[in-house]
């Protein structure tokens, strides 16, 4: 019995039958077909079908025999037209002599063309579309003439000038043979490729309708012009000029020209303008650096933009002029903008822009980088994918110290957990000054030190910006906060004289007598050799000889009296400005950190009105209850009391499911939260993870017992913080509350009416069409925290050494806002929050370090990181102290000891000992604390001496108020 098969209509609808050369669109067609042809037929249209691929393949641009093939077509296309333009200066009509070798030599490109289209025919699958292609066209006009001239012995141009239409083909033959690779050579090429192709194929109509004529005239207007005269003629229509020696005299040629005129107008006004630019652009920039002998430079690669590049030049020369000997060489993978290109213009005498990659040992080569100072790397930190940025960066500094191992490099890097990458490059030496900054890192760092001290994030970033802006204040508390950004975090080799000393003396001796902050300083070790950073050290820590000190003043020249000081010269000189070099002193031993270093110029804060001794007359302004302090206490480690991590720096616990901590908010009475810091996170599950370890870290640090830590609410999406609770899990008392900061409800179920600050976090970059699109979320979740108020202001704790600020809250209860610390990315975004400031009288513009925001610490930029790369490679020693000051104590000569998996308890008691005897940073009240036992302390000067000589504690600036209480109701406190 015969079995049959029912045939589904909707499988053989498009079914394409290619070795056949049958497209099949139907299944009664392809019925049709099996019943009305046999075997053998079928079989012979397979066969065709597959010779027909076989033709397709053989002519692809893919194959050897297809790119040959399209070389040698567009060369004889080019001999075709040269001979068009020898028998041009003939009529265009005349008779061929036997002589005239040209004619057989035509017709032989003319066999070869025939050969090749009839291939291209073959291999074409559309045969209607392949009519109508350019090159068939071409094909069709010119090689059909040329065989009927030579069978009527009659050589007529025609339309043979079609030929120059191959010329379309040029990019295409110059990439087959490899000459060229760069995009701007294939742009290039193309944009010739047009230009020539069109003025030769319109001259070459233009010649042949002018020596013609209108065919309904029988030629009786036409004029004898050869082809240069139809070129010259076109390419002064092109350029619009027209100077009226050479027109078209026909209907034709004039209709003609007027439509080309059109044509001509976008032809001249952009291609010829971008041929000659990428020309000239092309000489300019891809010149090799003269490296000239005692000139020394830098080179600076990776985001090369006219922001970035404005930021840089902005931090880098801040010297003033004459002081700056380093020339700057910016190494830029596209040819830079106008705005770009102007701003190297108005940087010339500091600036050269050499086009090229990182990433190409040759680009390297031609930027000198083996006689650069140093390589510095810039980052894109509102990239929408910031991974990609930093492995892009890693690649660069692999390709640079495979080219050149003992080149210095500088990178900036935007994710923390990308960094554990470059020390495992075998040449990379933080000996020869190699460093990384880390923008998550030091952001987040700053951010949770503002949420532990108030305030303190503002007055970190005052030590690293330049206000140049001329601003009259208006207010008392204005004068001293712009006053304070005149300070600047230097170092300076201390003088063999304070040798012997205690830190405490030797900082009381510089306040005293120099009107020089000491801060911090930096000796060799006497165990292991190596350089060891101490803040604020205890005072059985002796100063030695060559010891490098860290001061807040305001210029180098002010922290140099430190160096000349002598005890026999100087001990009765209390007028800083008189201690200079003496004759003790015949050698003065500058301070160059590193092998190729400068001393820095950034920006720091001024100690105004700081009076030193009672003799002299104090102000009768009261000064603020609250200082900054910093203080080194020593802690007998409790056993099994804390649970630290390997290197004793952090808190430590065993991992938590993060199910245990997530919040509900229907239990809200049971969180009973207070004095906690309260972070909001904007993220989702497709999101840049923004690294809130580095957030937790310093919160965690072990200087802090156990008991002062706060608790930590994260405020977030649920599937975010999912993925950072892997770097999380080993930190004790973390709380995740899903939701979002933009819903009431949320915030209340984190209790943040009893928070000590609520801190927004920026959510990860999107590509967002406007700069202040960026900050969208933060901004909005700001004015829904800020419009709340609390009654009942929280109690002074008893502890005197409890982080937080402290007011005097008056008998009668008052409305208070809630702290709040909001990261903007785009800084000229802060005009959309300082309404909150709830001030009249703030300063004008919309500058973010000159807002009331900024200056009451509610607002946190991280525009200012830009200027650690020049920090960095002048300095590297104030790059080291600030990444202490913000993640806690932990320095980058640190991590190379360290394994940043938190995953085990201490080795020993004595790693406890070293990671507690660390400062911490707090804020105190002078009137709360054991500072109001100090007299007198009328002035910050005073307060300074006092603190250190009885207490150790380190006085850093004051948080006071802004206004008196009546212009002043929410007790807004002001940085100076």
């Known amino acids: 019995m015969k079995k049959y098969t029912t045939l589904n209509p909707d499988h053989y609808k498009n079914v394409s039958l290619k070795g056949l050369g049958l497209s099949v669109r139907e299944e009664g067609l392809e019925l049709l077909l099996a019943k009305s042809i046999g075997n053998k037929h079928l079989k012979s249209l397979h066969l065709h079908g597959m010779f027909r691929n076989r033709i397709e393949m053989l002519l692809s641009a893919q194959t050897f025999v297809g790119q040959v093939l399209v070389i040698l077509v567009f060369v004889l296309s080019i001999g075709s037209l040269i001979i068009y333009f020898i028998n041009?200066?003939?009529?265009?009509?005349?008779?061929?002599?036997?002589?005239?070798?040209?004619?057989?030599?035509?017709?032989?490109?003319?066999?070869?063309?025939?050969?090749?289209?009839?291939?291209?025919?073959?291999?074409?699958?559309?045969?209607?579309?392949?009519?109508?292609?350019?090159?068939?066209?071409?094909?069709?006009?010119?090689?059909?003439?040329?065989?009927?001239?030579?069978?009527?012995?009659?050589?007529?141009?025609?339309?043979?000038?079609?030929?120059?239409?191959?010329?379309?083909?040029?990019?295409?033959?110059?990439?087959?043979?490899?000459?060229?690779?760069?995009?701007?050579?294939?742009?290039?090429?193309?944009?010739?490729?047009?230009?020539?192709?069109?003025?030769?194929?319109?001259?070459?109509?233009?010649?042949?309708?002018?020596?013609?004529?209108?065919?309904?005239?029988?030629?009786?207007?036409?004029?004898?012009?050869?082809?240069?005269?139809?070129?010259?003629?076109?390419?002064?229509?092109?350029?619009?000029?027209?100077?009226?020696?050479?027109?078209?005299?026909?209907?034709?040629?004039?209709?003609?020209?007027?439509?080309?005129?059109?044509?001509?107008?976008?032809?001249?006004?952009?291609?010829?303008?971008?041929?000659?630019?990428?020309?000239?652009?092309?000489?300019?920039?891809?010149?090799?650096?003269?490296?000239?002998?005692?000139?020394?430079?830098?080179?600076?690669?990776?985001n090369i933009t006219i922001d970035s590049?404005?930021?840089?030049?902005?931090?880098?020369?801040?010297?003033?002029?004459?002081?700056?000997?380093?020339?700057?060489?910016?190494?830029?993978?596209?040819?830079?903008?106008?705005?770009?290109?102007?701003?190297?213009?108005?940087?010339?005498?500091?600036?050269?822009?050499?086009s090229g990659s990182a990433l190409k040992w040759e680009d390297l080569r031609r930027v000198a980088v083996e006689s650069a100072e140093a390589c510095l790397i810039i980052a894109n930190p509102l990239c929408s994918n910031s991974h990609a940025e930093d492995i892009s960066n890693i690649m660069r500094v692999l390709s640079i110290k495979n080219y050149n191992p003992n080149t210095?490099?500088?990178?900036?890097?935007?994710?923390?957990?990308?960094?554990?990458?470059l020390p495992k490059i075998p040449s990379w030496n933080w000996n020869i000054g190699d460093n990384i900054i880390c923008f998550a890192e030091l952001k987040l760092g700053f951010m949770a030190q503002g949420c532990l001290v108030p305030g303190l994030c503002t007055f970190l970033t005052t030590l690293f910006i330049e206000q140049n802006k001329k601003v009259s204040p208006t207010q008392p508390w204005q004068k001293y906060f712009l006053n304070s950004l005149k300070n600047k975090i230097l170092t300076q080799r201390l003088s063999d004289d304070f040798a012997g000393m205690s830190f405490p003396e030797?900082?009381?001796?510089?306040?005293?007598?120099?009107?020089?902050?000491?801060?911090?300083?930096?000796?060799?070790?006497?165990?292991?050799?190596?350089?060891?950073?101490?803040?604020?050290?205890?005072?059985?820590?002796?100063?030695?000889?060559?010891?490098?000190?860290?001061?807040?003043?305001?210029?180098?020249?002010?922290?140099?009296?430190?160096?000349f000081y002598c005890a026999k010269c100087h001990s009765d000189v209390f007028t800083p400005e008189l201690i200079g070099k003496c004759s003790c002193k015949p050698k003065i031993r500058r301070h160059f950190p590193g092998t190729m270093v400068l001393v820095r110029r950034s920006s720091t804060k001024e100690l105004?009105?700081?009076?030193?001794?009672?003799?002299?007359?104090?102000?009768?302004?009261?000064?603020?209850?609250?200082?900054?302090?910093?203080?080194?206490?020593?802690?007998?480690?409790?056993?099994?009391?804390?649970?630290?991590?390997?290197?004793?720096?952090?808190?430590?616990?065993?991992?938590?499911?993060?199910?245990?901590?997530?919040?509900?908010?229907?239990?809200?009475?049971?969180?009973?939260?207070?004095?906690?810091?309260?972070?909001?996170?904007?993220?989702?599950?497709?999101?840049?993870?923004?690294?809130?370890?580095?957030?937790?870290?310093?919160?965690?640090?072990?200087?802090?017992?156990?008991?002062?830590?706060?608790?930590?609410?994260?405020?977030?999406?649920?599937?975010?913080?999912?993925?950072?609770?892997?770097?999380?899990?080993?930190?004790?008392?973390?709380?995740?509350?899903?939701?979002?900061?933009?819903?009431?409800?949320?915030l209340r179920a984190a209790n943040i009416e009893e928070c000590s600050m609520c801190a927004i976090l920026s959510s990860s970059s999107k590509a967002e069409s406007s700069p202040a699109l960026v900050d969208t979320e933060t901004i909005m979740a700001t004015l829904n925290i800020g419009s709340l108020r609390i009654i009942n202001p929280p109690q002074i704790p008893e502890e005197p050494w409890t982080l937080g600020c402290f007011d005097e809250f008056p008998e009668k209860p008052k409305y208070r806002r809630i702290p709040i610390l909001t990261e903007l990315k785009n800084p000229s975004n802060i005009h959309y929050i300082e309404q909150l400031s709830g001030l009249d009288e703030s300063f004008s513009g919309t500058s973010l370090h000159l807002s009331t925001s900024f200056a009451t610490g509610s607002v946190f930029s991280g525009s200012f990181l830009d200027s650690l790369l020049a920090t960095a490679f002048y300095n590297y020693h104030v790059l080291e102290l600030l990444q202490m000051l913000v993640t806690g104590g932990l320095s980058s000569q640190l991590e190379?000891?360290?394994?940043?998996?938190f995953c085990g308890l201490p080795q020993s008691s004595t790693s406890v000992v070293s990671g507690r005897t660390r400062c911490k940073l707090g804020l105190l009240s002078l009137n709360q604390t054991i500072l109001s036992d100090i007299e007198p302390r009328k002035t910050f000067g005073q307060v300074f001496c006092g603190s250190l000589d009885k207490f150790g504690i380190l006085c850093l600036g004051l948080y006071r108020m802004i206004d008196e209480e009546e212009n002043n109701p929410e007790q807004k406190r002001g940085v100076c």
């Open 309 to 354: 590049v404005t930021a840089f030049l902005r931090n880098f020369l801040r010297h003033k002029p004459g002081e700056i000997n380093i020339e700057i060489v910016f190494l830029g993978e596209v040819p830079p903008s106008l705005e770009l290109e102007t701003l190297f213009k108005c940087y010339m005498a500091y600036t050269t822009f050499v």
């Open 608 to 746: 105004s009105d700081s009076t030193i001794s009672d003799e002299m007359p104090t102000r009768r302004e009261r000064l603020s209850n609250v200082s900054f302090a910093t203080r080194a206490f020593l802690y007998e480690p409790e056993p099994d009391s804390d649970q630290l991590d390997d290197s004793g720096m952090f808190h430590w616990c065993r991992a938590i499911a993060m199910e245990r901590v997530i919040l509900k908010r229907m239990d809200r009475s049971k969180h009973e939260f207070r004095n906690h810091v309260v972070a909001c996170v904007f993220g989702d599950a497709h999101s840049t993870l923004m690294g809130l370890r580095n957030f937790v870290i310093p919160l965690r640090a072990s200087n802090y017992t156990r008991q002062e830590l706060k608790d930590i609410v994260f405020i977030g999406n649920l599937d975010y913080l999912r993925r950072e609770w892997v770097f999380l899990r080993n930190f004790p008392r973390i709380y995740i509350l899903p939701g979002s900061a933009l819903f009431p409800d949320d």
């Open 88 to 302: 041009s200066s003939d009529p265009v009509g005349s008779c061929s002599s036997y002589e005239d070798k040209t004619i057989p030599i035509d017709l032989i490109f003319n066999v070869f063309f025939s050969f090749y289209f009839g291939l291209r025919f073959v291999a074409a699958d559309d045969k209607i579309k392949f009519w109508l292609e350019m090159n068939s066209m071409v094909d069709i006009f010119t090689i059909p003439p040329t065989f009927i001239s030579y069978y009527l012995k009659s050589n007529w141009l025609g339309l043979r000038f079609l030929r120059a239409l191959r010329l379309l083909e040029l990019p295409q033959i110059l990439q087959i043979l490899q000459a060229i690779r760069t995009s701007n050579s294939v742009k290039f090429s193309k944009l010739l490729s047009i230009v020539l192709s069109t003025w030769f194929t319109a001259a070459g109509f233009i010649h042949l309708v002018e020596n013609s004529g209108d065919p309904w005239l029988r030629g009786r207007n036409s004029q004898n012009i050869s082809y240069f005269e139809s070129i010259y003629l076109i390419m002064a229509t092109t350029s619009t000029v027209g100077f009226g020696d050479v027109v078209a005299k026909t209907s034709l040629g004039r209709t003609f020209i007027m439509f080309f005129t059109l044509g001509s107008l976008i032809l001249f006004a952009n291609y010829i303008p971008e041929m000659v630019e990428i020309f000239v652009n092309k000489r300019k920039y891809t010149n090799s650096y003269e490296v000239v002998k005692g000139k020394r430079f830098i080179v600076v690669c990776g």
């Open 506 to 563: 030797v900082s009381l001796l510089c306040f005293v007598k120099m009107r020089l902050m000491l801060i911090a300083i930096e000796q060799k070790s006497l165990l292991r050799g190596c350089c060891g950073l101490m803040l604020n050290p205890p005072a059985d820590v002796k100063v030695r000889k060559n010891t490098l000190g860290f001061f807040i003043a305001e210029s180098s020249r002010d922290v140099m009296r430190a160096a």
């Open 408 to 421: 210095r490099v500088i990178i900036q890097i935007l994710q923390s957990h990308n960094k554990v990458f």
């Open 896 to 901: 190379q000891f360290l394994d940043k998996s």
